[in-house]
């Protein structure tokens, strides 16, 4: 067949889709009220923030607008990571109110880098809201505005997150059982 069924690479269940999608309500619902009357504008990251993005923006009941980014950080686990834009935002951000959308903050690294760089465009404020928060491994000073869950250091996929470009599409985020002690790069 050569293609890996889901489960052959992936332990427990940490998050079930019904889990996320209820913490994704009141993510939203705090939005809703923090950004009243402000200039919001969502950026996603791409690819892992990709489901959470468009769920949390479905689930924040102002108008506002939404656009992308895509960031490679290379040298995870071995020479610290120089992140590069790969595909940068389409809008305007000066005097508007950005809200970075991230699957996980890990050392963050990419997310501190990543808000400076927003901050250059002369924006009104730049928050971050993180699905996941791997809290023993942060080594940049990034606080979150909003954060959904908590996780210890495991591998994990899905509902957006890869493990090596497989199982973005499953519903709920899974432990990754790892062949080795190394993480692999993702995006
Ligand atoms: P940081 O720059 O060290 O904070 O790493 C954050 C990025 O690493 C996230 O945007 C993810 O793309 C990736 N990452 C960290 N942990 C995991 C994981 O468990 N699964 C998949 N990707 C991860
Ligand atoms: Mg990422």
Redesign the pocket.
């Known amino acids: 067949m050569g293609v890996t069924a889901h489960d052959e690479e992936l332990g427990r269940v940490l998050l079930t889709d019904r889990q996320i999608a209820d913490r994704v309500r009141q993510l939203g619902a705090e939005i809703t009220r923090d950004y009243q009357g402000r200039d919001l504008v969502i950026v996603g990251?791409l690819k892992?923030?990709a489901a959470f993005t468009v769920d949390l923006a479905r689930a924040v009941d102002l108008p506002v607008a939404m656009d992308w980014v895509a960031v490679s950080?290379y040298g995870?686990g071995s020479t610290p990571?120089t992140p590069r834009l790969l595909k940068d935002v389409g809008e305007d951000l000066a005097g508007r109110d950005v809200l970075v959308v991230?699957?996980?903050?890990?050392?963050?690294?990419?997310?501190s880098w990543l808000m400076a760089r927003l901050r250059e465009r002369s924006p009104a404020s730049v928050n971050c809201c993180v699905l996941l928060r791997?809290p023993h491994?942060l080594t940049e000073p990034v606080e979150p505005r909003y954060a959904g869950f908590d996780i210890a250091e495991?591998?994990?996929?899905g509902y957006g997150?890869?493990?090596a470009e497989r199982h973005r599409n499953l519903g709920g985020i899974h432990e990754?059982l790892l062949p080795s002690a190394a993480?692999p790069a993702?995006?």
């Open positions: 990251v892992g923030a950080t995870r990571g991230e699957d996980i903050l890990d050392t963050g690294t990419t997310l791997k491994a495991h591998w994990v996929a997150i890869d493990y990754v993480s993702s995006s």
